[in-house]
């Protein structure tokens, strides 16, 4: 993984060196619009039409352009609607992103401000995302993204908005490079190495809980999901607690490296990008070494839980009761519906230490997909909470919508011999309400008596949005998004504010 090296120059635009000069063209009823002011540049107003330029979003055209440092010129389509941070950030984004086989970009869209010139640096770092570690023969041929970046602007404090930037880009490029990984290589103890040496430059404790230290733990959750494998599970901690901090915020992860469904298995088209099913785990670590390196005065803590969902003769077998972490007895009556098993474990553990707030995150359900599509993320819990953590999402500009948890859907899951089945077999209704029904149940509570409550919970359904099967959009190229990472390091700094 390697960032783009990012700046600002406040250099007069047509005097930066680069390969290429990125502007904007703007739709309208009138035709196409360049946002610039240069002269030179405004000479192709005339001509964008003719070589159809439209301004439409996602619209790259490129052209030779002898008037600055740059060899060429790039025409980026901003839409029509009120160019917004999150406007410039995707249009960045869609221009590191499809300008490829250069070695650097000079974008010069207009930034009003410190928060858009933000914008700006973050989304051309995203776009600037290749993930090439398993080619070879065809390395040498693939185009890759700039390795530099100049954001043309006056605007802000330069050199803490390009750290803050290349740290978020570094999180979700972390994520996305786990998650991309292929699972003969990415499985738990290796992600759990992962964990580990991505945390060890930061002031993070990590502890990492082998199957024998699980077993020993009571985490019986994830080691009988786990347990199909010959490659054990893992739970892995990682405790960010700088001095000073006065708020806990706790992250729960689901890792499973790959999905087989376990004996309950999957039609062999379903198990395709099951290796993205441990996104969730890769998220919340990615996430406690952003706040890390940003030194965000907030107590952050993640939990991983981590397993391999395979089938064999020591797997899970439908109808066998599993007692997690805790002590509480669940009824597995379809081993696929092992994410919520694993989450259970990790709820437990995190709400054991009391934090102000749990978010867990998890590719959890194919109902999530067929009820928000492959972009937006689904977001169940503690209704206030919810509301904050969706608010976040729209500053940060991630789609995020809020899902309720129905009454009904808990009686769903009663079993016949056991505290709580993982699923009601039959029922095609809700399942990601269903699910999240299931995990409330092992979110804990604070205080007694008449000021007993259970902790302020979010559940994060990212089943869909955390991997790109389709064509590119903005920042967000083919396979692994990192969806969620800017979003949960907002949250965090608004803990670290109240």
């Not at 301004?55 to 002898?66: S, Y």
């Not at 009120?82 to 992103?97: K, M, N, P």
């Not at 997909?369 to 608010?391: H, I, N, Y």
């Not at 509570?445 to 000021?451: I, M």
């Amino acid at each position: 993984m390697t960032v783009a090296a990012l700046s600002v120059s406040p250099e007069p635009v047509l005097s930066i060196a680069a390969d290429i000069l990125v502007v904007a063209v703007a739709s309208s009823e009138a035709g196409p619009t360049l946002l610039c002011d240069l002269p030179e540049v405004l000479e192709l107003q005339e001509s964008l039409a003719a070589i159809g330029v439209t301004g439409a979003v996602d619209e790259i055209t490129r052209l030779p352009f002898a008037a600055g440092a740059t060899a060429s010129i790039a025409l980026v389509g901003v839409g029509s609607a009120a160019l917004t941070a999150d406007a410039l950030r995707a249009a960045s984004g869609t221009a590191a992103r499809q300008l490829r086989g250069i070695d650097s970009l000079v974008i010069a869209l207009p930034a009003a401000d410190d928060d858009e010139v933000l914008a700006l640096l973050e989304g051309a770092a995203l776009g600037a995302y290749a993930y090439t570690a398993y080619r070879s023969s065809t390395l040498e041929s693939t185009k890759v993204p700039a390795a530099t970046i100049i954001v043309a602007s006056t605007h802000g404090s330069q050199s803490d908005l390009v750290a803050r930037a290349t740290t978020i880009a570094t999180a979700v490029h972390t994520v996305r490079d786990l998650v991309n990984a292929p699972p003969r290589d990415l499985y738990p103890e290796t992600l759990a190495a992962a964990a580990v040496a991505h945390a060890a430059h930061a002031d993070i404790d990590v502890t990492v809980f082998d199957e024998q230290a699980l077993a020993e733990g009571g985490f019986g959750g994830i080691l009988s999901v786990g347990q199909g494998s010959s490659r054990p599970p893992r739970l892995v901690k990682l405790s960010y607690n700088p001095v000073g901090a006065q708020k806990h915020l706790a992250l729960v992860g689901k890792g499973i490296t790959f999905d087989s469904g376990g004996l309950s298995l999957k039609p062999a088209a379903s198990m395709l990008t099951m290796k993205t099913d441990m996104t969730g785990a890769a998220t919340v670590m990615a996430v406690v070494v952003a706040a890390a390196d940003l030194k965000l005065p907030v107590r952050l803590t993640a939990w991983m839980c981590i397993a391999e969902n395979l089938p064999s003769g020591t797997a899970t077998r439908p109808d066998d009761v599993v007692r997690l972490y805790g002590g509480k007895t669940v009824e597995n009556l379809n081993t696929d519906a092992e994410g919520r098993i694993v989450l259970a474990d990790g709820l437990v553990a995190a709400s054991e230490e009391n934090p102000d707030a749990i978010i867990d995150v998890a590719t959890l359900t194919g109902a999530q997909v067929v009820a928000l599509g492959l972009r937006t993320t689904g977001v169940m819990g503690d209704e206030q909470f919810v509301e904050k953590v969706v608010a976040t999402a729209k500053g940060a500009g991630e789609p995020f919508w809020p899902m309720p948890i129905p009454g009904e859907m808990r009686a769903l899951l009663n079993s016949d011999i056991a505290d709580i089945a993982n699923v009601k077999p039959g029922n095609t209704a809700g399942g990601m309400l269903v699910a999240a029904s299931f995990l409330r149940d092992f979110v804990g509570t604070t205080g007694e008596g008449a000021e007993k409550r259970q902790i302020p919970w979010a559940h994060l359904d990212i089943a869909g949005p955390s991997y790109n099967s389709a064509g590119g959009y903005g920042f967000t190229g083919k396979g692994a998004t990192g969806v969620t990472v800017r979003t949960l390091i907002a949250v965090a700094e608004d803990f670290s504010r109240s």
